[in-house]
């Protein structure tokens, strides 16, 4: 199975572009809902979260592991990689979405970048955004890589940290959601300069979308985040075919949380539009 981790329910707006674009395989997803959310939280818990998450998928046998989760991703992952895989499990791969959003955010076609000091600078020039949990942000993780495929692009990286509670309370629109939006987007909008991509970094805010479309200048691109990670996956799996030949393709899904399997259900299917069955389990220390 391909396990994909996200903090809560918000990651099944990653899992449903996988399930588009790579559907033959198998599909373990694991909602860490009750010690959600991650975003607030300090570097040092996010990375203890997220390796007993992974070490969870490792146990079930998952040969793949994808971080739908941006504060995972930004505060975790290259531990895992670095110090983690290397030691305990060196034929397991743990994947995240900041790496491909900012191929995509630097305009790098799909296949383009294969290991990241042979990459050539891209031309990329202007303004971008990048708009996540003041975890994210804080991490910078989306500014170092940038830098390193797009030197010349500048970026503006906001925290949303009201975002998250708005979208779990169900206030996708109306003017009280519109009053928090506008002031987190207030470095996006006029008098300053209008971003020509802005990337929603969370998995939460695509449900936030017809309420940024609105108020986001015309010419911005508000980039889906789950369509470019799945179509990137797509593509490391076919230039990783060891490990593609690890996955298993029964089509099955699977679904597991750490709080109410009832709760995410109700929630999940509206967001992946498709009925849930969910099991709850519990992780090391997850209580
Ligand atoms: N899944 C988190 C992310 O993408 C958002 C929710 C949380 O803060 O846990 O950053």
Not at 232 to 254: C, M, V
Request: with cysteine.
């Amino acid at each position: 199975m391909i396990g994909v981790f996200d903090s809560g329910f918000g990651g099944l707006t990653v899992l449903s572009s996988l399930l588009r674009e790579l559907p033959g395989y198998d599909y373990l997803y694991l909602a860490d809902s009750a010690r959600a959310p991650y975003g607030s939280r300090s570097a040092e818990v996010v990375n203890e979260f997220t390796l007993e998450a992974v070490e969870w998928f490792f146990e079930q046998g998952c040969p793949l592991v994808v971080l739908a989760c941006n504060t995972a991703s930004a505060r975790a992952l290259r531990n895992i990689q670095r110090l983690h895989l290397p030691e305990r499990w060196p034929d397991r791969r743990v994947l995240g979405v900041v790496r491909p959003s900012v191929e995509a955010l630097a305009g790098l076609p799909v296949g383009t970048v294969a290991i990241p000091d042979q990459t050539a600078p891209s031309p990329a020039e202007g303004l971008v955004a990048v708009l996540g949990t003041t975890a994210t942000i804080a991490s910078d993780s989306y500014g170092i890589e940038l830098r390193k495929l797009a030197p010349r692009l500048r970026l503006v990286q906001q925290a949303c940290p009201l975002w998250v509670p708005l979208v779990e309370a169900g206030e996708l629109d109306g003017p009280g959601t519109e009053y928090f939006l506008r002031k987190s987007l207030a470095p996006l909008l006029p008098p300053n300069e209008a971003p020509s991509r802005v990337l929603l970094a969370c998995t939460h805010y695509p449900l936030l979308l017809p309420a940024l479309r609105r108020i986001l200048p015309a010419q911005t691109e508000i980039m889906d985040q789950g369509n470019l990670v799945a179509e990137r996956l797509a593509d490391w799996l076919r230039r990783h075919p060891e490990q593609e030949q690890k996955l298993t393709r029964g089509g099955g899904r699977k679904f597991v949380t750490t709080d109410d399997p009832a709760w995410f259900a109700e929630h999940g299917e509206k967001l992946l539009g498709a009925p849930i069955h969910a099991e709850r389990v519990r992780l090391n220390r997850a209580r």
